[in-house]
């Protein structure tokens, strides 16, 4: 007997055993984030959702899209101008390292090891799945790094390679389409530079106001609600006018900072209480769409796909750091934080459904980046974990400790 949906329900489960499980995952020395995503799997079709019926797409949208404005706000936050200028070279060179890094090792692991799929070309599925594969979810590791309040050079890098990679990535697969659909070039790139471009100024613009709201607001707890407000007019306007949300909302959070100088700890301390809410539910979410069909259809892509994309992120990564004279432990470890693939990955994938030229492989291409989006969502948080302690930037935690 199935019961009759309710999305207030729904959240309210998703909170509730999510945090219980987030609980006893910190217990065991494993990051929340983990958990978080393990419980959502619970409650898709194949488990709880066939009680429930988890049917969340029309109105988890714009919670998810929420989530994540709100997340790269804290990343765009998380970096200051000072960072960036001494280690502005070193983020650079690993982004395009660890973004081309995988883009090769996909389309080559698929040329040579993926079977063909029906009538679409081996070659376009390489293109597409390369391009895809460039970009990083920061959501995961931000988690982490919050969690367990590192600090040192692999967490400042991180936060300003991350930032770099969703602009890469979209560059990327404007290529891949425009060399697919024969169009121009130049034309594509052209239209994605415009977009990034928009993004980047009005989050600096709407970071100039917010610094500038934010000096009259005398009580604490009023700068919440003006910094929601900020980054959800932010959200929407990208929206409107189709330009990247996380990249506004990173902007709109590095330049807030950067206006209110000494002051935007005293911003940025307002919101720290809502950070474990927010990664909570958007995890929780993102497992809800766990289907075991997709792993077993699409196997032998989703294996390739999955092993390449983190070799290639793992050299590349290592590549351009040490081409940059990167420290050691940056060198070293830094790939391993780059494992996460969600949100602006699965954007791209959607994209290729409002194209009738792509309608035969879009099906695939979305199944196979859901599927691996739930796997790397799982282990990206372990292994972020593995690097921040071997650049002994975080304790060891041992089974059975945690963080007070």
Known sequence: ???????????????????????????????????????????????????????????????????????????????????????????IGIALGESMGAAIAV???????????????????????????????PAGTIAVLHQYRAKGQLSTTLLGVVALDDALGIIFFAVVMAFLTGGSVEHNIEIAL???????????????????????????NMLLPLILGSIFVISGLAEMFHFSVLLSAMALGFASRFFLFSAGDKLFGSIDFLEETVFLLFFTLAGTHFHSAVFLQHIDLILVYFFARILGKLMGSAFGAKITKAPIEVTRWLGFALIPQAGVAVGLALTLSHQAEFKEISLLVINVILATTIVYEFIGPLTARFALQRAGEIPVVKLGEHKK
Not at 117 to 122: A, C, E, M, N, T
Not at 211 to 220: D, N, V
Request: charged share 10%; hydrophobic share 55%; net charge positive.
């Open 194 to 220: 415009t977009e990034i471009s928009l993004a980047i100024i009005a989050g600096i613009i709407a970071g100039f106001f917010l610094a500038k709201l934010a000096a009259y607001a005398h009580k604490t």
């Open 1 to 91: 007997m199935q019961i009759e949906q309710s999305n207030i329900l729904l959240i309210g489960l998703l909170l509730l055993v999510g945090l219980f499980s987030g609980q006893v995952a910190s217990k065991m020395g494993i990051p929340r984030v983990a958990a978080y995503v393990l419980t959502g799997t619970l409650f898709s079709p194949e488990f709880l959702g066939r009680f429930i019926t988890v049917t969340s797409d029309d109105w988890s949208l714009p919670l998810t899209h929420s989530a994540l404005a709100i997340i790269a706000f804290i990343i765009g936050g998380s970096i200051t101008a000072a960072q960036l200028q001494r280690m502005g070279k070193s983020i």
């Open 107 to 137: 389309f080559c692991g698929l040329l040579l090891l993926a079977p063909s799929v029906g009538s679409i070309p081996l070659l376009s599925i390489a293109l597409i799945f390369s391009a895809i594969s460039t970009t990083t979810a």
